[in-house]
């Protein structure tokens, strides 16, 4: 079994920054990619940032040069830093991780997710 937790999430004021932390734990052999997610009320859960297991990170366009993804691998663990933050970011945020695991004598690979941390952007 393999959870992930986040923290840092909370309420920020328009240009103000955050840290979103996630951790993995459980059996893991490895992880590839790991990255972050969000859900704004009423609206579909979008792809934020993602890093692969070798350092290769990718944005969506209306984040890049305001938010910092980054991961320790040897902690399984990876941060977004958001900064200059805008009322269009308030969401649910969500850690994703594709995790391998053994099952028996084979290697699962397997997308796991956290249970969310809300950011709030509002004066």
């Known amino acids: 079994q393999v959870h992930l937790v986040e923290s840092g999430g909370g309420l920020v004021q328009p240009g103000g920054s955050l840290r979103l932390s996630c951790a993995a734990s459980g059996s893991i052999i490895g992880i590839e990619t790991m990255g972050w997610y969000r859900q704004a009320p009423g609206e579909q859960r979008e792809w934020v940032a993602s890093?692969?297991?070798?350092?290769?990170?990718n944005y969506k366009d209306s984040v890049k040069g305001r938010f910092t993804i980054s991961r320790d691998s040897a902690k399984n663990t990876v941060s977004l830093q958001m900064n200059s933050l805008k009322p269009e970011d308030m969401a649910l945020y969500y850690c994703?991780?594709?995790?391998?695991?053994?099952?028996?004598?084979?290697?699962?690979?397997?997308?796991?997710w956290g249970q969310g941390t809300q950011v709030t952007v509002s004066s």
């Open positions: 890093i692969t297991r070798s350092d290769v990170t």
């Open positions: 994703n991780a594709n995790v391998r695991t053994m099952f028996g004598s084979m290697t699962l690979s397997t997308d796991y």
